[in-house]
Each structure stands twice: as structure tokens, then as C-alpha cells.
């Protein structure tokens, strides 16, 4: 565990000498460039072998919830498969569907009614953003293991990608994520649709945020549409796995 804390502790220290206005100001940072690069082998490696599979991130009580959590990221989306963001956020995502597909037995359309209906978690854990600052909040939702039941994978299925309604940078490129099945099955690996009570707020992601607690916030996705079961990046927007691992040269793997 101390390398995972050396870690953060390293991130945190990174994080308080250099003025930030977001994420970008990091990706244009080679030395934070260079100190998630070196990390990733070593902390993945070290995580695998000295924890649990299953080992929980630490959770807090209600009393410790953190009175302020910022945004990070996007704080809204435009069009989500075709469909304007905001005439689904203005309907309270009515007709919002989940869709599942890729290297799956039988791909999915889910609504919200469907994700809530199913069981849920709920847990109270700690947001590490790699901008320097950390956060308590309360998160409610399906657990992505359930949904990856549902839908069967196939053999040839590595990894998870979460494909978003928002776009990002300059370029407005889309935004994405990845974790590979460990952490797909992982029991704190959850959808929210809640936070700290009530229905995930737009800046936030709304309707759907991918939690995983035990890596940093850049993996966290928000705006959830789709999830795509792969056997590999290679075909997918700059191959590496993720927004900023393509187009900031973050490491694909962020544990903490």
C-alpha cells in the first residue's frame, strides 16, 4: 500500500505548485506527464500483487461528506447518439437509453427506470483528481458487474470502454474511458445515477457516472451512454484507452 500512497502523495504535492485552471493545464505539463507515465506499470503491477482483487477503496460516513465537491471536467454535454443533451436533460432523461454492445452475447438498450430497478450500491469514498485536490461524496447506483452479466461478454472481451456525450479540448474531441475487467467487475465499480442523495446533477454527469473508486478522477467518465466490451484499443479514437491518455499523455491505468 505504499506505493499507492507515495503515489498520491506525489500528485497532491505536484498539484499545490502549480497554478491550475483544469485539467488542461496539466496536459500540457510534461513533468506531470512524465510522473503518470513512470507510475502506471509500477502502481498496476503493485496493486495486482499486493491487494485483494476485491480489496475495497476506504469508505466514509454521512458526517464526513464533503460540504463542497467540484466539477471536474465538463460541466454539461451537446449531443449524445444523435440526440441533443439538453432537450434529454430537460425531460429528465425520459427517453435515455444505456446502450451495451461490442463483444457481448446480447447487446442492451437500458433506460434509467431499467438501471433502477436493478440493485444498487450505495457507498460514500473519496475523489482524487489529478488537478491536486480531493472530495467526499456520496454515490448511488448499478453495479457495472451486473450489467456485464445481463449483456454476457465473449471471450475475447479485455476491456471496458465507456463512450460519453460530451466532447472535450479544441478539437471537441469525444470524450472516453477504459478500465480492463478487474476493475470492470470490481464491487465498487458502479453507473451513479445519485449523488449525495438525490439525482446526479449536470455537472456532475448526468444521468450516468462511472465510478472507480480505486483510481483517479480523469477515469471516473461522466455522461455515460454507451458501453463497448473490446478486445483492444487499437481501433478506437487515438488507441490508448482514454481521452487524456490520447491527447495528454496520462497513463491508462491511474490507480491510487
Known amino acids: 500500500m505504499a506505493i499507492m500512497t507515495n503515489r498520491r502523495k506525489l500528485l497532491a504535492g505536484l498539484g499545490s505548485s ?6 488542461d493545464s496539466w496536459s500540457r505539463s510534461e513533468r506531470v506527464r512524465n510522473v503518470l507515465a513512470s507510475a502506471e506499470g509500477l502502481t498496476m503491477r503493485a496493486q495486482r500483487l499486493i491487494t485483494d482483487r476485491e480489496a475495497l477503496a476506504r469508505e466514509f460516513t454521512l458526517a464526513e461528506i464533503s460540504p463542497r465537491f467540484r466539477a471536474n471536467g465538463s460541466r ?5 447518439q444523435g440526440r441533443d443533451y439538453q432537450e434529454m436533460l430537460a425531460n429528465n432523461f425520459a427517453d435515455f437509453r444505456l446502450q451495451v454492445d461490442g463483444l ?16 444498487s450500491r ?64 470490481h464491487p465498487q465499480t458502479i453507473l451513479a445515477y445519485d449523488m449525495n442523495g438525490d439525482v446526479l446533477p449536470e455537472a456532475h454527469g448526468a444521468p450516468l457516472r462511472a465510478r472507480i473508486e480505486r483510481q483517479l478522477g480523469y477515469k471516473h467518465a461522466k455522461f455515460v451512454m454507451r458501453l463497448e466490451a ?27
Open 76 to 80: 454539461t454535454a451537446e449531443t449524445a
Open 122 to 185: 450505495t457507498q460514500i469514498t473519496r475523489h482524487d483528481c489529478v488537478e491536486g485536490w480531493s472530495a467526499i461524496g456520496q454515490w448511488r447506483g448499478t453495479p457495472l458487474s451486473r450489467i456485464l452479466d445481463l449483456a454476457g461478454l465473449r471471450d475475447n472481451a479485455n476491456y471496458i470502454v465507456f463512450h460519453c456525450a460530451d466532447t472535450y479540448g479544441a478539437q471537441n474531441r469525444p470524450y472516453y474511458e477504459s478500465i480492463d475487467l478487474i476493475d470492470a467487475f
Open 230 to 256: 473490446v478486445e483492444s484499443f487499437d481501433d478506437i479514437y487515438g488507441g490508448k484507452g482514454g481521452y487524456w491518455e490520447d491527447v495528454g499523455g496520462y497513463a491508462w491505468y491511474a490507480g491510487i
Open 18 to 23: 502549480v497554478l491550475l485552471a483544469g485539467c
Open 104 to 119: 457481448v452475447q446480447r447487446p442492451l438498450s437500458l433506460s434509467l427506470a431499467d438501471l433502477r430497478a436493478m440493485p
